[in-house]
């Protein structure tokens, strides 16, 4: 197995998540306790739940795909009887002074039910699913989807939904699916453009905007229009633009950022944590981190183009879809490209879940890789 380990994505990752570490000394000065203590010892035992995964035949983990599953959908059954609610969300487990977040380990449960699913359910005679085969992935996205959603978490809801749908698109689906897929997001479009675009008189007549909490619609409204509302639902936006810009190419330096530093940046230590390495160290090195992301992306997919069975190529789509959408989502909504969703950015954000889970998904792709050329 040896020789099949592969090395590069995890150099890779080992990389970014040092840079991560080093980033956030900056971000988490005083009077705020120094979180990057604490994230290197999530990132320690992180490496040492790689090096457990790694261990365990990935055939096992098969077999466990379901029981795996289940628990993680009671674990969010639970939260709405003894969750710890914090910033309007019931989404942790309060456990002594640590939190444990289900719904980042609710990813990986919905990856492998999924990866499962279509391992079990190949059919060599009919290569493209229909619409009536495909009720079994949509059920098994659609359950911890809702109870996410309802936390309410719209961030990981979305994540979890849209790495799905890349499993599910590279399952092959019919054309006509496509084509309904893609006429979604030009309704989607146009419902943003009627509810919050279109000039009308008010009162606006509305097709979901009204079903929306008021910071969800703030939200929409502040990216579509930046400068609305700068002292309420555009200023993480606008601070954070600013952060992006001052940076300039090469950056301010390492804790010489002004953003950073008066504690301008909302969340600088998690959600925010790309403006903080922008300001301090531009557009060069923010390069070199994309760079590095992109090279994670490639080394996983070619674990999966390499692996023996579909339950192993499945399940490394769908890792590295679940990486792709984070790092696509946060890094857009921190330079104003998307809306603010309160979305971690991979390795880089302070956080033991976020961090545990990410690792979790890496030893899966390093099992699947180890265990090519066994069966």
Known sequence: MVPHVPW???ICVLGVALLGIWNLASASRPPLAPVWSTQALYLGLGVAAVLVVCLVDYRWIQRMAVPIYVVNILALIALRFVGHTAKGAESWFAIGPFRLQPAEFMKIGVVLMLAKVYHDDFRPNEPSYSLLRLWKPVLVVAVPFILVLVQPDLGTALMIGLSSLTVILFGKVRWYLVATLLAAVLAGAIVIWNDYVRD???????IVRHYLKKHQSQRISGWLDPEADLRGSGYHAAQSKIAVGSGGVSGKGWREGTQTGLRFLPEQH????????????GFVLCTLLLVLYGAIFIF??????NARDRFGAFVAV???????????ENIGMVIGLLPVTGITLPLMSYGGSSMMSVMLSIGLLVNISMRRHMF
């Open 8 to 10: 590069g994505l995890i």
């Open 200 to 206: 009308v008189p008010e009162p606006r007549p509305t």
């Open 270 to 281: 998690t959600d925010f944590i790309f403006s903080v390495w922008a300001e301090e160290h």
């Open 300 to 305: 996983g997919l070619g674990v999966g183009f």
């Open 318 to 328: 769908g890792v590295v879809a679940m990486l792709f959408w984070q790092v696509f």
